[in-house]
């Protein structure tokens, strides 16, 4: 998502760089692109116009600081309004770890937006900070959405309360508050039902189940691709219901991210989470200005951290730290490392965390090889895993039919880890004179280049 836009506003500032100074004409011409850019993304106009305007004016304004180029000074002012435009420092306090209301979330928005998936993914986000919340299958017109939200509670090891026959969603209410009381839960996250399109009678029935409720949050759940109509959902759906914020889904597709710049903007409501993958972790807190700088391809480095943080184990680290001071690794252990990495998600999302990397070609192809990479490494044996020098002709041959790949890949993946390991041989040494100085270096595992 945001490739499209991201590569067209990068190269809107890199023709700005050959200015000494930034000019009103020069300023102009380059907004002028820059506002095809939002409208080709699918920004609503009223939106883009405003932008625009807010940026030429700052721009304009503005002396260009000897450190810097006129291009970097518009990558910053756009940056900044970037930010403004999605929602700023905005944050809800019935998110934090350190929130003990008691309270309710809705899960509103139309038909195919994701709301059920989104119902379990934001309950692990909240289990996660302490919280025991219910989820709660309301929606009662969907074949097979109870179903559907079962599974999920299953997977999660959440409880669900479905209310199987009734179809009066407020009465699924009332039973859930009571349910949810006994059980000792903390907030209820209720999925609504959808509609293909705005429909008045749905609108209303979430009207008397918000009554009834009376929820801390009401979440307009977006799939990222509706484009310019998500702007009129939206209006709608917070006239009716006023919404506290809004979810975007699926924002790891191929949308034009349009709806991303555009709803907070038409209802003054922040973005509060944002699905970026299929798996029930792929849901993150959604923060203007690290989307602002993934969108200027700047990266978003703190938030790859705040990754590995989550997904790495920190004994494993440990102990892949000794073996490396050790010199001890092996190929069982780069195996683990890879199912690590595989935790953090698609790796054209990580990619896109890292400045200057979001534009990279072919990131599918980098997926394809660590896949690779792992079933040449299943393929073989415990010993050879671990003793990498008994692979003789005969065996990487196995293992080549057994991983469906051809000897030449086991070959390179052993020359490649050959040359990781002398890499790390040389670090020892390196760690080994530094500490007799005091001053010995943090070494991480090197990675392997495909």
């Known amino acids: 998502m945001f490739d499209s836009l991201s590569e067209k506003l990068q190269t809107v500032f890199k023709n700005l760089r050959g200015y000494g100074k930034l000019t009103e ?19 609503n106009y009223r939106v883009a116009k405003d932008f625009i305007e807010r940026t030429k004016l700052r721009a304009l304004g503005q002396e260009v600081l000897a450190s810097v180029t006129p291009g970097q000074q518009i990558i910053k002012i756009v940056h900044d309004e970037l930010v403004v435009l999605m929602g700023g420092e905005e944050k809800s306090s019935v998110f934090s770890v350190q929130c003990s209301v008691t309270g309710n979330i809705m899960m509103v928005g139309l038909h195919g ?8 993914k934001l309950g692990k986000f909240l289990a996660k900070q302490g919280r025991n919340p219910l989820l709660v299958a309301g929606d009662v017109y ?5 179903d559907q939200l079962e599974m999920l509670g299953k997977q999660l090891q959440l409880p669900v309360f479905a209310a199987r026959g009734e179809k009066n969603v407020v009465e699924i209410g009332k039973r859930a508050v009571a349910f949810a009381e006994a059980q000792g839960r903390d907030l209820l996250i209720f999925d609504t039902a959808g509609r293909l399109h705005i429909d008045e009678e749905l609108v209303q029935e979430l009207v008397r189940l918000r009554d009834l409720l009376q929820p801390k949050e009401i979440l307009l759940v977006a799939d990222s691709a509706t484009g310019q109509e998500a702007v009129n959902i939206a209006e709608h759906f917070d006239k009716a219901l006023n ?7 699926k924002l790891d597709g191929d949308a034009r991210g349009g709806a991303a710049l555009s709803m907070r903007a038409v209802t003054g409501k ?24 993934r969108i200027l391809g700047m990266g978003d480095v703190v938030g790859l951290v705040e990754k590995a943080q989550e997904s790495f184990d920190a004994k494993q680290a440990e102990k892949m730290q000794q073996k490396i001071a050790d010199q001890s690794l092996n190929l ?4 683990a490392q890879l199912q690590q990495l595989k935790k953090m998600g698609p790796l054209e999302n990580l990619l896109g965390m890292l400045p200057g990397m979001g534009k990279m070609a072919d990131l599918s192809g980098g997926e394809t090889e660590l896949k690779r990479v792992e079933a040449i490494i299943n393929s073989m044996t415990p010993a050879e895993r671990r003793q990498p020098e008994i692979l003789n002709a005969s065996r990487r041959a196995r293992i080549a039919r057994g991983s469906g790949t051809q000897v030449a890949d086991v070959n390179q993946l052993l020359k490649q880890f050959g040359m990781m390991k002398k890499m790390m041989r040389e670090m020892g040494k390196m760690q080994k004179t530094m500490a007799r100085k005091g001053r010995l270096p943090n070494v991480g595992l090197p990675g392997m280049k495909f």
């Open 243 to 249: 919404i506290t914020g809004i979810v975007l889904t």
């Open 332 to 335: 069982e252990d780069f195996l």
């Open 142 to 146: 969907r074949p097979a959405a109870i």
């Open 113 to 120: 937006s994701g709301k059920t998936t989104t119902a379990g």
């Open 25 to 43: 004409k020069n300023v102009g011409d380059a907004l002028r692109e820059v506002r095809v850019a939002l409208l080709e993304a699918d920004v």
């Open 270 to 293: 922040p973005i509060k989470f944002v699905g970026v993958g299929e798996k029930l972790d792929d849901l993150e807190a959604f923060q203007a200005e690290r989307m602002a700088g």
